[in-house]
T-cell receptor, first 114, second 111 residues
Framework: GVTQSPTHLIKTRGQQVTLRCSSQ?????VSWYQQALGQGPQFIFQ???????GRGNFPPRFSGLQFPNDSSELNVNALELDDSALYLC???????????????FGAGSRLTVL | QKEVEQNSGPLSVPEGAIASLNCTYS??????FFWYRQYSGKSPELIMS????GDKEDGRFTAQLNKASQYVSLLIRDSQPSDSATYLC???????????FGAGTRLFVKA
C-alpha cells in the first residue's frame, strides 16, 4: 500500500516541513491533497515520472519531488496557521491501464501549525 | 461554481433503507468518476468507479452517471450502521492531470 510519514507533527508559523510518501508498488503517479477538518481533499499537485504535471490552487511555497524508487515528498515553506490540515498522499497508475486513475491513499500526515 | 458539488448532509437513514447520494460536476469533458468512503479519522477508500453513462452495480452499491446532466449518484441498498461515513464524489478532469473531490456527504445509518 501507500505509506506516509510522519503521522503527526507540530510546527510553528514560519517554519518549513517535509512530508514523505512511499507509493504502492507498480504505481507511476503520485498526488498530494490537503484536507482541512470537515472538508473534502483539496488537490495540491500531481507527479508523473518525477515531473509535476498538474497543480491545484496552492502557492509556490508548496513544492514536491518524486523519486525513481516510488517515493515522494511534499515540502511546505513559511508555514501559516491555515496550513494546519491532514495531508494525504495518493498513488495511481495512469490512463490506459486497468484501474487507471483510481487513487490509493496513505493514512495521511496531520500537521498542526501553532 | 465549484468543480464538484455535493450536499454536505448529514443524511440520516434507518437501517435497511436505501441511501441516495448525489454529485454534480462542472467540467463537461470529464471521463472518470469515483465514489470514495472516508470513516472519521481515516483516509478515503474507493467504493466505485464509473466511466460511461448508465448504472454500475457492485454488491449493495450502485453508481449512476449521466454525462449530459453532469450528474453522478451513489445508491446504497440495505444500509447498515457500518455504512455511516462521509462519502466523497471525485471527478478526473479533462486531460487527466488531477482528480477533484467534492466536500463530501455525511451519512448516518440508524440501527
Amino acid at each position: 500500500g501507500v505509506t506516509q510519514s510522519p503521522t503527526h507533527l507540530i510546527k510553528t508559523r514560519g517554519q518549513q516541513v517535509t512530508l514523505r510518501c512511499s507509493s504502492q508498488s507498480g504505481h507511476n503517479t503520485v498526488s498530494w491533497y490537503q484536507q482541512a477538518l470537515g472538508q473534502g481533499p483539496q488537490f495540491i499537485f500531481q507527479y508523473y515520472r518525477e515531473e509535476e504535471n498538474g497543480r491545484g490552487n496552492f502557492p509556490p511555497r508548496f513544492s514536491g519531488l518524486q523519486f525513481p524508487n516510488d517515493s515522494s515528498e511534499l515540502n511546505v515553506n513559511a508555514l501559516e496557521l491555515d496550513d494546519s490540515a491532514l495531508y494525504l498522499c495518493a498513488s495511481s497508475v495512469g490512463t490506459g491501464s486497468s484501474g487507471a486513475n483510481v487513487l490509493t491513499f496513505g493514512a495521511g500526515s496531520r500537521l498542526t501549525v501553532l | 461554481q465549484k468543480e464538484v458539488e455535493q450536499n454536505s448532509g448529514p443524511l440520516s437513514v434507518p437501517e435497511g433503507a436505501i441511501a441516495s447520494l448525489n454529485c454534480t460536476y462542472s467540467d463537461r469533458g470529464s471521463q472518470s468518476f469515483f465514489w470514495y468512503r472516508q470513516y472519521s479519522g481515516k483516509s478515503p477508500e474507493l467504493i466505485m468507479s464509473i466511466y460511461s453513462n448508465g448504472d454500475k452495480e457492485d454488491g449493495r452499491f450502485t453508481a449512476q452517471l449521466n454525462k449530459a446532466s453532469q450528474y453522478v449518484s451513489l445508491l446504497i441498498r440495505d444500509s447498515q450502521p457500518s455504512d455511516s461515513a462521509t462519502y466523497l464524489c471525485a471527478v478526473r478532469n479533462t486531460g487527466g492531470f488531477k482528480t477533484i473531490f467534492g466536500a463530501g456527504t455525511r451519512l448516518f445509518v440508524k440501527a
